[in-house]
């Protein structure tokens, strides 16, 4: 039985790592040492979420890459907004740790695109050059080796997952895809807004950030990495008066007659070896993979067009879920571990 590979993680009080500690906690090989936090006082991890009492002890402190390194952590979960993430993700791995970040910092290739979107200059780019995104089905290679994983995005992954079988096969026009998707209220973090509030959100449907989504550019990087050339998409969210969840309906036009059954056949090929993607024949619903590391989809033809149903808990696969997937990369551990 080798030695467990002892983890860290920052930005304690917020849903994703709330969700990161629970499933680090049933972990057979990670041994939780330490959790990070700017919240005063050193609140013990069950005080900040009750759903964890009983499960562990640990108290939230402020910590720095030091520290870390003197109790011998391995590996780092960072799950802080994006723009804070880069100024602590150097320290981190100037101090040797591997980092897995959670935010959109480091999933962009080229700085001048993060700028364009996020509307602030890269102040890592050094960094940014080494950082693999953190996509098993796509990068798994890459990620084993990595030292800094940019986790992906949690719509990006069922648009991404959704279309990569058709891309890499050089199925569809590659200007032409819509991605019309609905998303539960945890992913927009834990701290309210406006929209985010009981009374605005609830009984109610309504798109957002129409033709200015920033996850556009990162889907569209990946999926022009697996067409070796550029590809567009539409993409509109939708916020929808769901605790947690996602759910793309994604419209493509095939460049030649395919039927359906031959899809199928590519999809359940595709994804043979994935133990987290799930081709399924029956129209599949976000309950089915909440509290679940997995991404379902299926697919119908419509009228010449090809629609994609997808599916993800935002919260598991769309983040700490997928977060814990490529630490078992990284680590050299089946993949699966700590997520079945
Ligand atoms: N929610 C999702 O579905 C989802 C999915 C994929 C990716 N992500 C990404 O993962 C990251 C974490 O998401 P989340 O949903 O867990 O967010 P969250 O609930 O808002 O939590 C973020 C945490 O970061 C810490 N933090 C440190 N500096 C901060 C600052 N200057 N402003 C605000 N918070 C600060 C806070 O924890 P302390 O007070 O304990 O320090 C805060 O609770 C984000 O970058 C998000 O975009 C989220």
Redesign the pocket.
Same mark, same amino acid.
């Given at each position: 039985m080798r030695e467990k590979i002892r983890v860290a993680l920052l930005?304690?009080?917020?849903? =994703? &790592?709330r969700e990161l500690i629970s499933l680090l906690l049933r972990h057979p090989c990670a041994e939780l040492i330490a959790v990070g936090?700017?919240?005063e006082g050193t609140p013990l991890v069950a005080e900040l979420h009750p759903i964890l009492t009983g499960r562990v002890n640990l108290r @939230?402190e402020m910590l720095e890459a030091r520290e870390l390194t003197r109790r011998g952590v391995q590996c780092v979960f960072t @799950? !802080?907004?994006?723009g804070?993430?880069m100024t602590v993700v150097p320290q981190l791995l100037q101090a040797g740790m591997r980092v897995i970040d !959670?935010? &959109?910092d480091y999933r962009l290739r080229d700085p001048q695109i993060y700028q364009e979107w996020y509307r602030e200059p890269h102040h890592d780019p050094e960094n940014l050059r080494h950082a693999v995104y953190g996509l098993p089905e796509v990068y798994a290679s890459r990620i084993r080796e990595a030292r800094l994983v940019a986790?992906p995005? @949690?719509y990006p992954q069922t648009i991404i997952l959704g279309l990569a079988p058709l891309i890499a096969h050089d199925l569809i026009d590659r200007e032409d895809i819509i991605a019309d998707s609905k998303s539960g209220v945890?992913?927009?973090?834990? =701290?309210p807004r406006p929209h985010t509030h009981f009374p605005e959100c609830n009984e109610n449907v309504a798109a957002y950030s129409v033709g200015q989504h920033r996850h556009t550019p990162e889907i569209e990087q990946v999926l022009s990495d697996l067409a070796r050339t550029a590809v567009r998409i539409v993409f509109t969210p939708h916020l929808v008066p769901m605790d947690r969840g996602i759910f793309s309906t994604i419209y493509a036009r095939p460049r030649r007659a395919v039927s359906e059954h031959e899809l199928f056949e590519v999809y359940r090929d595709y994804y043979a070896r994935a133990p987290f993607v799930r081709v399924v024949s029956h129209l599949p619903n976000s309950k089915d993979t909440i509290g679940t590391n997995f991404c379902d989809i299926t697919l119908r033809l419509v009228r010449q067009r090809v629609v994609l149903l997808v599916c993800e808990d935002? !919260?598991i696969r769309? &983040?700490s879920g997928v977060a814990v997937q490529n630490f078992n990369l990284m680590f050299g551990l089946e993949e699966t571990l700590g997520l079945l």
């Open positions: 930005g304690a009080s917020g849903y =994703t &790592a936090s700017r919240q @939230c @799950c !802080l907004p994006h804070v993430s !959670l935010s &959109a986790n995005g @949690c945890s992913g927009a973090g834990r =701290t935002n !919260l769309g &983040a």
